[in-house]
């Protein structure tokens, strides 16, 4: 695990860092079909050419304020056990090697809904970049069993 | 593996299976020439292979039973008694045939046991050469074992094997295609470009030509599925010591492989069920009146784009009484649900999951268990399952299942502006509420009559969580049938009929029931497939049948069978009905002599309390008013009315689907839907008034 690349993608103000190895594809202005009943973080369905894509909204799933509606955002698909799902962010920037060496622990302070979500925090010299674990970030149902 | 001994194993393990049916036909028609040349020359034929490949421990094997078989062929031994031991050698090769595709070789051991035993009664033979047993009348379809060709292998005439993953890709990849191809006809619409048009005609030819031939390759003969079952019938049979003949029929219908596998364990338990409970044993059915052997027929057939499959008995069928008793046990149904239960109702208990697994049901008949998983399988498949039973004759399941599953023609639905599709084989027509067919509400629940029939009706925004209540009495409905219910789903509009490859949903929505999938539609949009086993959950009917947690004061009352009904009006529009026999008198009141104890309306009758039910009726300002004052079991009560509309005397057909407190449930009577009240709750008058005046208002 020496040299992983990450995309960097933005929320609100914060980077976040989403592992190249799973990302497809990076969309724009997609339709998107609602899903009732789902969790509140899923936006909805899409047609990525034939296939079937569950939109996750990561502000929501973040616990973040709603973008502001006036500002287009980005989609990010990944691949996650088989399935592709699009990730919709603020804005989707650089990818940055990271080193094992370079990274830090997830602090304690840092928001539970993010902490269950982070693999490990990397210090760029912006800021500090969430690492996220995809496949905790795509289990919603712990999420589920604290808002009940 | 070597590519040569994978062909062999698939091959082998085919021709095992054959061979597998063939002796047990054998066994019930031992004259049969032709079977038993059969049966000889599938083992010359895997035999011979053995050789090639150098197996020898299965090639021992089968030389000896190949020589018990020509003995028989040439009718020096006669074929029953021979038939178990044959039995026995194949699956011995079986076992072998397995560890060999696991193991890449044969397994070590021996089969001694089973190859003297074979040698010995082949011996037998040879030692009263033409005995009694009968000559053949003409040689069997070959000459001698010797000069005698095996049998071609599989792939010769023409056709080779091909993985059924490529195929399984190759139907997912023309799916595709097709779905393509309705989105650029739907694109292209309405251009005129002559040229370009003609180019789409062709190739939309040439999509549905090449979707039906690949459609072809899944599809299988049914029989194939069967080929196991006429061995597990024999050895059932032994096993519970009964007679049982195994008749099927339409064994050359075709199905999608898909489909077929799913629904090979839910028959294998039909059949095994039939066998096991169905059919008696043989002392029984002399008893009664019938032949010694009972007969289990399954047949297959295409209807439409569905293939339907019967299985029937002739045992001794479904007892109601019997169910009724362990219904009674199992705490399902009250005294009074049950009597007003229809042998038709009953039987349905079966697949009641609760039902089949409660441990005290299974001693009576033993017939209901697994039999829920048996109809959500089928169900699972956009199929239906229907019991017929008649006590005495036998039951028949009847199972319709779709040919293929790959693409399935669909509905799509308009709700609040979304789209949202359901498979047609689940919509049984769509009907405009109106003035022709209006909306009728009992308490808070929407039902419809149609037909005579009290459909009850969910709203599609409602079970979506869309909220907005539909208010207008105008909407159009969609019958839906799921097993043996019926209702209507409630929508906005029906947009247009598309066929559609259902996408399974991804692990984050596949909590949601209400979604059976997802499809991309023709015009490239993502639409939501909506389940309709659960659209039926939804408007409740489907677990009608368990206890009524709602309505507890259902137990110790029975509806009345006739003597007698009170019609009435009071609070909303439906009328409600009280037996003519629990009625003391019907009383005038005025306003004021109306009192109020807490929230409970009572007036002085006869120098007591009487508490009054006044379905909301207090809550505008009423004027003369009449009591129906009731008596059950020492208690009196009251019920305040509008209007008295007639007495009649009828049975009713109670629906308990809508059943409350306070109400038993719905029938029809005097022509009209009414709702037959609980005299016990006119005692304990008042629990449901908050809500009554609700729906009054």
């Given at each position: 695990m020496s040299g992983r690349d990450f995309v960097l993608v933005t929320l609100a103000g914060q980077e976040f860092g989403i592992p190249v190895a799973q990302v497809r594809d990076v969309l724009r202005r997609q339709k998107i079909t609602p899903v009732p009943l789902s969790h509140p973080a899923v936006a909805g369905l899409l047609n990525l050419r034939g296939r079937i894509v569950t939109a996750v909204d990561l502000r929501r799933r973040l616990g973040l304020p709603p973008r502001d509606a006036a500002r287009e955002p980005a989609e990010i698909v990944v691949e996650q056990g088989g399935d592709l799902y699009a990730l919709i962010v603020d804005a989707v920037g650089d990818v940055v090697g990271v080193t094992q060496e370079s990274l830090e622990p997830v602090p304690a302070m840092l928001d539970p809904l993010w902490r269950a979500v982070a693999e490990a925090v990397y210090p760029a010299e912006r800021g500090l970049v969430v690492l996220i674990d995809i496949a905790r970030l795509l289990d919603l149902a712990p999420t589920l069993r604290a808002a009940s | 593996m070597d590519e040569l001994l994978r062909d062999f194993i698939a091959e082998t393990t085919e021709h095992l299976t054959v061979l597998d049916r063939d002796l047990v036909a054998i066994e019930q028609s031992p004259e049969d020439r032709g079977l038993i040349g059969d049966a000889f020359r599938t083992v010359h034929s895997i035999k011979g292979t053995c050789g090639f490949l150098g197996l020898k421990r299965l090639e021992t094997l089968l030389h000896a039973a190949e020589t018990l078989l020509g003995k028989i062929r040439d009718g020096v031994l006669p074929a029953g008694p021979a038939i178990g031991m044959l039995l026995g050698a194949c699956d011995r090769a079986k076992t072998i045939v397995t560890a060999l595709a696991s193991e890449g070789h044969e397994p070590d051991g021996a089969d001694g046991d089973i190859v003297a035993r074979l040698e010995l009664s082949a011996r037998a033979g040879t030692a009263m050469?033409?005995?009694?047993?009968?000559?053949?009348?003409e040689p069997a379809t070959g000459g001698p074992a010797a000069s005698e060709p095996a049998t071609p292998p599989l792939g010769a005439a023409g056709s080779i094997r091909v993985n059924l993953d490529t195929i399984d890709r190759l139907m997912a990849e023309v799916s595709e295609l097709v779905l393509t191809r309705n989105q650029l006809m739907q694109m292209l619409r309405?251009?005129?470009?002559g040229e370009a048009m003609l180019a789409l005609q062709r190739l939309s030819h040439v999509t549905s030509d090449l979707q039906e031939s690949v459609m072809q390759t899944r599809m299988q003969p049914i029989g194939q599925a069967w080929a196991k079952l006429p061995r597990m019938m024999r050895d059932l049979g032994r096993e519970l010591g009964k007679k049982i003949e195994l008749k099927l029929e339409g064994s050359e219908t075709e199905l999608d492989r898909q489909v077929l596998e799913l629904i090979k364990d839910p028959f294998t338990h039909l059949i095994r069920n039939a066998a096991d409970h169905g059919i008696e044993t043989p002392a029984e059915r002399r008893r009664a009146g019938k032949t010694e052997a009972g007969t289990v027929t399954l047949a297959a057939r295409q209807e439409g784009s569905a293939i339907v499959i019967t299985l029937a008995d002739d045992g001794h069928g479904i007892d109601a009484r019997q169910i009724r008793a362990s219904l009674r046990r199992g705490d399902f149904a009250t005294e009074a649900e049950l009597r007003a239960m229809s042998e038709q109702q009953l039987q349905q208990f079966v697949f009641h999951p609760g039902f089949t697994t409660a441990a005290q049901v299974?001693?009576?008949?033993?017939?209901?268990?697994g039999l829920d998983v048996v109809r959500s399988n089928v169900e699972k498949l956009g199929g239906t399952v229907e019991l017929a039973s008649t006590p005495g004759r036998g039951t028949r399941f009847t199972i319709k299942i779709p040919l293929t599953l790959a693409i399935v023609p669909a509905l799509l639905l308009d709700c609040v502006g979304q789209r949202f599709a359901i498979p047609q084989?689940?919509?049984?027509e769509l009907i405009r509420a109106g003035a022709d067919h209006p909306i009728e509400w009992i308490h808070d629940a929407p039902v419809l009559r149609l037909r005579g029939n009290l459909l009850p009706l969910v709203a599609l925004r409602d079970v979506l969580g869309f909220g907005t209540p539909a208010g207008e009495r105008e909407t159009l409905i969609a019958v839906l049938g799921y097993g043996m219910q019926r209702f209507g789903v409630m929508i906005d509009d029906v947009d247009d009929a598309e066929e559609i490859v259902v996408k399974s949903l991804s692990p984050l929505l596949?909590?949601?029931?209400?979604?059976?999938g997802s499809t991309i539609l023709g015009d490239g949009s993502v639409v939501l497939i909506l389940d309709p086993g659960a659209l039926a959950a939804a408007v409740g009917t489907v677990e009608s049948v368990e206890p009524p947690r709602a309505a507890p004061p259902l137990r110790h009352n029975a509806v009345p069978r006739s003597g007698g009904w009170l019609l009435f009006r009071a609070g909303a529009d439906t009328p409600k009905a009280l037996p003519l026999a629990a009625i003391l008198r019907i009383e005038e009141v005025a306003p004021r002599q109306i009192e109020w104890i807490e929230s409970q309306p009572v007036m002085l009758y006869r120098g007591a309390t009487l508490p009054l039910h006044s379905f909301g009726i207090l809550?505008?300002?009423?004027?003369k008013q009449c009591v129906v004052v009731v008596e059950q079991s020492g208690k009196t009560g009251g019920f305040l009315v509008d209007e008295i509309i007639d007495t009649v005397d009828e049975t009713p057909v109670l629906d308990r689907t809508l059943a409350r407190p306070g109400v038993l449930g719905v029938a029809m009577m005097g022509g009209r839907m009414t709702e037959i009240l609980d005299i016990a709750d006119g005692a304990a008058a008042g629990k449901g008034d908050a809500k009554s005046s609700r729906s009054a208002a």
């Open positions: - | 050469p033409g005995a009694e047993a009968p000559r053949a009348p309405d251009r005129t470009d299974t001693s009576v008949s033993g017939r209901g268990v084989t689940a919509v049984a596949r909590g949601i029931k209400l979604f059976a809550d505008h300002a009423p004027g």
